[in-house]
Structures are given as structure tokens and as C-alpha cells.
């Protein structure tokens, strides 16, 4: 049966709008096909990047490397930060967005305790920190005129970074060496750093433009994986999917 447009029968008793049924019989067949057209564009976008059911991992019983090398980026700074707490050091996070080469502020100073002693940046990788990233902290050192720096990865560092690091008072901090510190505390401050860091969901990357959990997505043409912001297209955040992570 063909599309039939209905129009309100007061129409064709009128003379002046009957002249217009014609039109407006016209007009409406525009209007099916521009509905039409829109909603396939819709379809085309939607299906462009598709979500993919995600599954939140069940929450470990220890501290392991494994741990380590999962926790999201946003919730890795603020584990980093946690840990300097416990350690009696007062740290302070930054603000979601640019940092500034700054993820933890740490305060030292007994006489001017409103002064960063220290800097803290924090790269959840699925890769070694190269020397540029280093390089970057010491500049951010000077500005900020700190004493020291910590960078904290733990996937680890390049022989140039690590080389370049102790020339400029910069210790790293590479996964092995993090768990080690973590496992000198005390038995329930560890519990209760692995709690903070697992609670909820603890893998799922956090957009890093707006801050709300991310969502797994693939792309139609090439059937690649990355992580989306569920505000699209309001908010464009995207991130790389880590390797070995089944989306």
C-alpha cells in the first residue's frame, strides 16, 4: 500500500485552502523524505562509534603489579596521593584538566607550610615514560621552584629517563618499586589503600575533560576499540585503548 498524507477535512470545504491541498500534498511528501533523511544520518552517526558492554572487574584481595598496571589514570593520582598521606605527608591533588605537569602537590615546610616542597606527576601507562616527560617535570620544577620530584608509572621508565632523572633530583617511581613501598606499611593501612583504589569502578578510565566515567566504543570502519565520554557529543573526551583490554 503506497504512503497516503492526510490533511484535516476542513481544508477541502474551504475554497482558499482547498487551492492549497495540492501544495500541501507535495509539501508533505518533502517533509516524509526529509524525516527520512535525518533519521538515517542519525543512524549513520550512532552506528559510526558503537558502545560496548562493559564488565567491572571484581575487587582484588591484595596488592599485585597486575593491581597496579589496571587502576584508571584519575584514580592512580589519587592512590599516589593517598599514599603520601599516609605516610604523614600533607599532598594535595590538582584540579581535573591541563595540570601543568603538576598531578600531587606535597608540602614540607614546617615555616612556610602554604609552600609545595614537592611535585608529583602520575602516568598510568601502558608503556614506559620516555625522557620528554621527564624533561618536562624538570622545567616545571624550576618554575615552581621546588626542591624534588617524583614521577610515578607503572609500567616504568626508559634507560634515557631514568639516566636523565638522576642528574636533576627526580626519583622514579616504576611499579615494582611503588608495591614495595606500599607492602613496608602496615598491614591495615595497606588494606585501606587497596580498598580507596578498587572501590567502585577502578578500571574504567575517567574522561579527562568533564571527569565522568568513560564508555568502551568501537569504530565501524576499522573495528578499532578506544574509550568515548558518554557526554557526546557535548563533551569530545577520548583516550587509547590500554593494550589487552577486551572491551
Not at 487551492?19 to 552506528?47: D, E, N, T
Not at 602554604?114 to 616527560?133: H, L
Not at 636523565?164 to 602496615?186: K, S, V
Request: overall charge positive; proline content about 6%; aromatic content about 10%.
Amino acid at each position: 500500500m503506497g504512503g497516503v498524507v492526510v490533511f484535516p477535512r476542513f481544508m477541502a470545504g474551504n475554497m482558499f485552502l482547498a487551492a492549497l491541498v495540492p501544495m500541501a500534498r507535495g509539501m508533505g511528501w518533502i517533509g516524509v523524505f526529509a524525516f527520512a533523511a535525518i533519521a538515517v544520518l542519525r543512524w549513520i552517526q550512532k552506528s559510526a562509534v558503537m558502545p560496548v558492554a562493559q564488565v567491572i572487574p571484581l575487587r582484588p584481595q591484595a596488592w599485585s603489579l597486575d593491581v597496579l598496571a589496571r587502576i584508571e589514570w584519575r584514580r592512580y593520582e589519587d592512590l599516589c596521593c593517598a599514599f603520601y598521606r599516609e605516610m604523614g605527608v600533607r599532598a594535595e591533588t590538582t584540579h581535573l584538566g591541563a595540570d601543568g605537569g603538576v598531578d600531587v602537590h606535597l608540602f614540607q615546610d614546617e615555616a612556610q607550610p602554604a609552600r609545595a616542597t614537592d611535585i608529583v606527576q602520575c602516568k598510568a601507562w601502558n608503556k614506559p615514560v620516555g625522557v620528554r616527560e621527564i624533561r618536562e617535570m624538570r622545567g616545571v620544577m624550576a618554575h615552581e621552584k621546588v626542591e624534588s620530584g617524583y614521577f610515578m608509572a607503572p609500567m616504568g621508565f626508559t634507560d634515557e629517563a631514568r639516566a636523565f632523572a638522576r642528574e636533576n633530583r627526580i626519583t622514579l617511581l616504576d611499579g615494582p618499586l611503588f608495591l614495595a613501598m606500599i607492602e613496608q606499611l602496615p598491614a591495615a593501612t595497606g588494606q585501606r589503600l587497596l580498598a580507596f583504589a578498587t572501590e567502585g569502578d577502578w578500571t574504567t578510565p575517567s574522561c579527562p575533560s568533564c571527569g565522568e566515567k568513560m564508555v568502551s566504543r568501537k569504530k565501524k570502519s576499522n573495528n578499532g576499540a578506544f574509550w568515548g565520554c558518554p557526554a557526546y557529543p557535548r563533551c569530545r573526551g577520548m583516550l587509547p585503548m590500554r593494550a589487552g583490554v577486551v572491551p
